[in-house]
């Protein structure tokens, strides 16, 4: 075995396979965090529960009570949860992953890994949430008497959506914040200022049909849509939003990616 | 046998704008444009220092070779380099065989996760498969000696403990190259013992070792061969005997002074961080522990710059924080307003404190709103003193000495 170790130039190397001769790391990375979320708060697992149920709750009575704002023929807190899901997974997931490589600064100052696993990690811990939270949703549809659509089938899809935007989203973030250390009051800014300006809190039936398209240029409107309409069979999908979005994301996902591994080799140094 | 490590010409730049935080906040960049919005490239050749300056080395298959020299002598950057964790800004290393580096014991270990799990996710950080780490697990557990605690969460261990499970996993490791930095000197004597052991049987099989010491027993005790690095160039390298009695004889085995060998151009510079005895003012290398120790700052502020303070942490032998101090502690504010010009300030650390051994001091470098850390920048050793008898056998991380009475 022969490596030769000197400045990288040119243009990035993805390097997949190494990212597979390391993928016990992410595991052992998930593992930790997931282990240690459960095992620090008296909560628990009930916290991947109470977030998005008092949220739930709080949009449900300004939002559907007190504002009236259509709810596409659902209860509106099954409009507000099916929304929550893939929402709190892009939340939590992107500020993790965002933060992760300044996070373990420590680690990547020390060790040699492919630094991707550290983002991926990230990410695989939001869907741990994800699955804890999905039972939730269903508990609050039983209660609503409200069986799922046959249109559930899509989730794995709308799922894969918001993977691919998050990833893509973190990756730029998690470079960039290396860099730049006031990142960190951008970071927390997207997803406050997201959750304004995705459709978690109402239908986005509400926007009127000429803005729709630009309005579809946040991945997270399809990504919501389509959650809503595979499990609680809203109103049909807008497909012109659905393909912006898959654009929108593919296009950050391997800007990010790109990025991402250009900025890598200079990581430690900049710790 | 062939060589393991050959390096041709590798230098290390680091720019200042990236190791200090100046250049690191957007809204200072964004501020510079406007300041200069015709100069193109803010960022001249001034600002640059080089860590390493064409370091040719050969290390050849089965030797065990240490790398000695000052703090900032650039040891952990050939290290991290050789490790593939930064680059080299020049030249190239040739490496033949699989490198497993230990740049610290117990990386990724998690205070709250079990003896048990963090050996599995170390081993994991550290390049091994989960079958290889079972494999060896009952090994690694009995080497560290904690067999009965192995389902507690390491935040209840000793740091004897802690160091001694980091460690065992990290010595348990099949690599053909093996690289440690300053980390032989964890735990009790007889902990060492065994790693050096450890250490030797592993080069009997034939791998090579590169360990970075600031014990000189240890250098040469245990390695063929030294490299002595000095300013980011070698300075010499041969028989470790004859290296290690040339590098003593210049007494600069302690780190008691630190002078940054480049300017911040900041509004803060430091001339230099010294340890002192409290008592007679002289380097304070190797102190009683019944006399004060003083760190004295002595730096300038360049100009206007917003309140802050200075820090220091001091950190024991495991790498463990003892404690973190700054000169605004008792003003109760997180900062106060800077004097511009040249001025020192000190920080006494009380006589019968600390526990016998050594201990590293890393100081903060204020940037705007921002602290960055100099770390480890500074060595001293507190040496045993009769109001401290049994100091080996004391619990505990600290040795105050505190008032009895009794009625």
Not at chain 2, 170 to 177: K, N, S, T, V, Y
Not at chain 2, 180 to 204: P, Y
Request: proline residues 5%.
């Amino acid at each position: 075995m022969h490596k030769v170790i000197k400045r990288r130039t040119g243009l990035a190397q993805l390097n997949l396979g190494e990212l597979w001769d390391y993928r016990e790391l992410l595991g052992f990375l998930a593992w930790r965090d997931v282990t240690l979320r459960y095992k620090q708060t008296y909560i628990g697992v009930g916290w991947a529960f109470i977030r998005p149920f008092l949220t739930m709750f709080v949009f449900t009575v300004i939002f559907g009570k007190v504002a009236k704002l259509p709810s596409e023929g659902v209860p509106y807190a099954v409009l507000t949860f099916t929304a929550l899901l893939p929402w709190q997974f892009f939340s939590t997931a992107y500020s993790d992953a965002a933060g992760s490589i300044v996070g373990n600064g420590h680690m990547v100052t020390k060790i040699y890994f492919p630094r991707l696993i550290l983002p991926m990690s990230s990410l695989a811990v939001g869907m741990v949430d994800f699955f804890v939270s999905a039972i939730f949703l269903f508990m609050i549809m039983a209660y609503y008497r409200m069986m799922p659509s046959s249109r559930i089938f899509a989730v794995p899809l709308f799922l894969l959506l918001a993977f691919v935007f998050t990833l893509g989203l973190s990756l730029w973030f998690a470079a960039l914040f290396v860099k730049y250390r006031d990142m960190r009051h951008l970071i927390p800014f997207i997803t406050q200022f997201g959750l304004y300006v995705s459709p978690v809190a109402f239908s986005s039936s509400v926007i009127p049909q000429r803005w729709r398209l630009l309005y579809s240029l946040n991945p997270m409107v399809a990504v919501i849509d389509g959650f809503r309409w595979s499990i609680a069979g809203t109103n049909a999908l807008y497909p012109p939003g659905v393909i912006a979005a898959v654009i929108t994301s593919l296009v950050l996902l391997v800007t990010g990616v790109f990025y991402f591994k250009s900025s890598e080799r200079l990581f430690a140094d900049l710790m | 046998m062939g060589d393991a490590v050959v390096t041709h010409g590798i230098s290390k730049k680091y720019r200042l704008g990236e190791t200090i935080l100046a250049r690191n906040l957007l809204r200072e960049r964004f501020a510079a444009l406007f300041r200069a919005p015709f100069r193109k490239n803010d960022r001249g050749s001034d600002e640059e220092f080089w860590a390493l300056r064409d370091v040719s080395v050969t290390i050849r298959e089965g030797e065990i070779v240490a790398l000695i020299g000052k703090n900032g002598a650039g040891k952990s950057t050939l290290l991290k380099i050789l490790s593939e964790i930064t680059e080299p800004t020049e030249g190239e290393a040739h490496i033949f065989g699989k490198v497993a580096s230990l740049l610290e014991v117990g990386i990724g270990f998690h205070p709250e996760l079990s003896g048990r799990e963090n050996i599995y996710l170390n081993g994991a950080i550290l390049g091994m498969s989960r079958e290889e780490t079972r494999s060896k697990f009952d090994d690694i557990v009995a080497f560290a000696e904690v067999e009965r605690f192995i389902d507690t969460p390491v935040k209840r261990y000793s740091s004897g403990m802690y160091v001694r499970l980091a460690f065992a996993v990290a010595a348990h490791l099949d690599p053909d190259i093996l690289i440690i930095d300053e980390v032989l000197a964890v735990g009790d004597l007889a902990f060492q013992q065994k790693c050096l052991k450890k250490l030797r049987s592993v080069r009997e099989q034939g791998r090579t070792v590169i360990v970075v010491s600031h014990s000189m027993t240890t250098v040469t005790s245990l390695c063929e061969r030294a490299i002595w690095l000095h300013e980011g160039k070698v300075r010499a390298a041969g028989p470790a005997p004859e290296i290690v009695s040339r590098y003593v004889d210049e007494g600069i085995e302690n780190d008691v002074v630190w002078q940054p060998r480049h300017a911040s151009h900041a509004a803060f510079e430091y001339h230099s961080v010294e340890v002192v005895r409290a008592d007679n003012g002289e380097a304070a290398d190797s102190v009683p522990s019944d006399v004060a120790i003083e760190i004295v700052f002595d730096f300038s502020v360049v100009s206007q710059m917003p309140p802050g303070r200075l820090l220091l942490r001091v950190r024991n032998e495991y790498g463990e924080p003892l404690f973190t101090s700054t000169s605004a502690d008792r003003s109760a504010v997180r900062g106060e307003p800077w004097r511009i010009g040249r001025q020192k300030m000190r920080c006494r650390i009380p006589a019968n404190l600390l526990m016998p051994g050594r201990y590293s001091v890393s100081v903060s470098h204020p940037f705007g709103g921002y602290d960055v850390m100099h770390d480890n920048i500074v060595t001293f050793t507190v040496n045993e003193q009769n109001a401290l008898i049994d100091a080996d056998t004391r619990e505990g991380k600290i040795a105050p000495l505190l008032e009895w009475s009794s009625e």
